[in-house]
């Protein structure tokens, strides 16, 4: 029997974006789901109405669906505007998730963090799991994920709770009624001229699909492991992964073992061999060394507690493994919407320091009308700053391999938001 077939899962949040996806794919591995959310906005699963800080209804919510299983994905969005509203749902309701966990003996809880945990505002470039967040968060948002993510990893281990936190970067997708919607609304607004910041800037992008399946790997992987798979994994250490090239498309790398002739004296004797085997695809495996200041080698790994090839007690971020620069990003969304239209006029770029001047204009702007500015220097920082991850360790550990394609997503994504688009004028 496999492990999802002995699990049944309480999915918290699964009303919104994330928790949504995360449902439709259990069910369509066969596996017993249910909601816990303050919205019920589908039927096709049992759903339990209540108040996430409160841990008396989120008991009763464990009981009713006897789960054995929590997937915690709720959470405010950005740019609420009473920050307590964070530390209400992501800190004190994740307190209460954990303490009515424990208190009915679930062995399992996947949180959702966020890359976002680590930043704030300067560049992040390949940056793994051993950056702690910064002594000054970018805002109360990213404040409050840290602070639950501290919360569900220290609950690891506690009463046969096995803990895990995932922290994807830049979700988009099918659902998505935040980021790709504000993606949209500048486009009509004719304002997808603009550009901030020289574009020079790697940003993660990561399909809301491949984070779902991130997940249910770790909610399926989420078992103390034995320490005949803990020496398996490190055995794998010496050996480099294959390139994500869902986008890309994969292109063989000439080895020793496999590779195009090019012009020479003599031909060598296992000359068919090597053309065969580069013209195959097949790429063979290559050594990887690694230094001491490698996350997962062999001086780190003895330093590390717990062991970073376990999963229970860790936190991954999961990305599609395909930085793009920021606005190409927006451009390729913006070119998918309307082909014909877009671009209708060459880019104004502003350097990043106009850009901080006119949010700062913006924002005392917004202040003296008493309206929200949509123009904030918070957006100049999130816009020109380098944020891209290393996602090594959910690979080797979780197993996890991106599924869909940073572009095959981008297509997926406005195919929806046209579809809804037509839906909202025809009613």
Not at 23 to 30: N, W
Not at 37 to 55: A, H, K, L, M, N
Not at 58 to 80: E, F, K
């Amino acid at each position: 029997m496999s492990t999802s077939q002995r699990n049944i899962y309480l999915v918290i949040g699964g009303s919104g974006f994330l928790g949504r996806h995360i449902v439709q794919d259990l069910l369509k591995r066969g596996d017993s789901v249910a909601v816990f959310d303050i919205v019920q906005r589908y039927d096709d699963v049992p759903f339990y109405s209540g108040d996430i800080s409160d841990e008396v209804q989120v008991s009763q919510a464990l009981q009713r669906s006897g789960a054995t299983c929590i997937i915690h994905t709720a959470s405010p969005p950005h740019g609420v505007e009473d920050p307590a509203l964070y530390w209400k749902v992501n800190v004190e309701g994740t307190k209460a998730v954990i303490a009515a966990a424990v208190a009915n003996k679930i062995t399992k809880l996947v949180y959702t963090s966020s890359a976002g945990v680590v930043f704030n505002g300067a560049d992040l470039v390949d940056v793994d799991e051993r950056l702690p967040p910064p002594e000054k968060p970018m805002d109360a948002y990213n404040e409050s994920k840290a602070k639950a993510e501290e919360l569900v990893l220290a609950a690891n281990g506690q009463g046969g709770l096995l803990t895990v936190a995932l922290r994807p970067a830049g979700i988009f997708g099918p659902g998505d009624r935040q980021a790709v919607a504000g993606i949209a609304k500048v486009l009509e607004e004719g304002k997808a001229h603009f550009q901030i910041g020289d574009n020079t800037n790697l940003f993660d992008w990561t399909y809301v699909g491949n984070v779902s399946h991130a997940h249910i790997l770790a909610a399926d992987q989420l078992v103390p492991p034995s320490d005949e798979e803990i020496k398996a994994r490190a055995e794998l250490l010496s050996v480099a992964l294959p390139s994500i090239d869902l986008t890309t498309g994969h292109h063989c790398i000439p080895t020793s073992e496999a590779r195009g002739l090019g012009p020479y004296v003599e031909r060598p004797p296992n000359a068919d061999q090597l053309v065969a085997a580069f013209e195959s695809g097949t790429q063979p495996a290559r050594p990887l060394v690694r230094s001491r200041f490698d996350p997962l080698s062999d001086s780190s790994l003895e330093r590390a507690d717990p062991s970073p090839l376990q999963v229970a007690g860790q936190a991954f971020f999961i990305t599609n493994g395909e930085p793009i620069y920021f606005w190409d990003f927006m451009r390729g969304i913006w070119r998918l919407m309307d082909p014909e239209k877009y671009p209708s006029r060459s880019n104004i770029v502003l350097p990043k320091a106009v850009g901080f001047a006119v949010a700062t204009l913006s924002e005392w702007w917004g202040w003296l009308t008493g309206k929200e500015p949509t123009f904030t220097r918070f957006r100049v920082t999130f816009t020109c700053a380098s944020r891209w991850h290393n996602i090594e360790k959910a690979r080797r550990v979780l197993g996890y391999e991106p599924q869909i394609g940073l572009e095959e997503g981008m297509r997926r994504t406005v195919a929806w938001l046209q579809a809804e688009q037509a839906k909202s004028k025809s009613s």
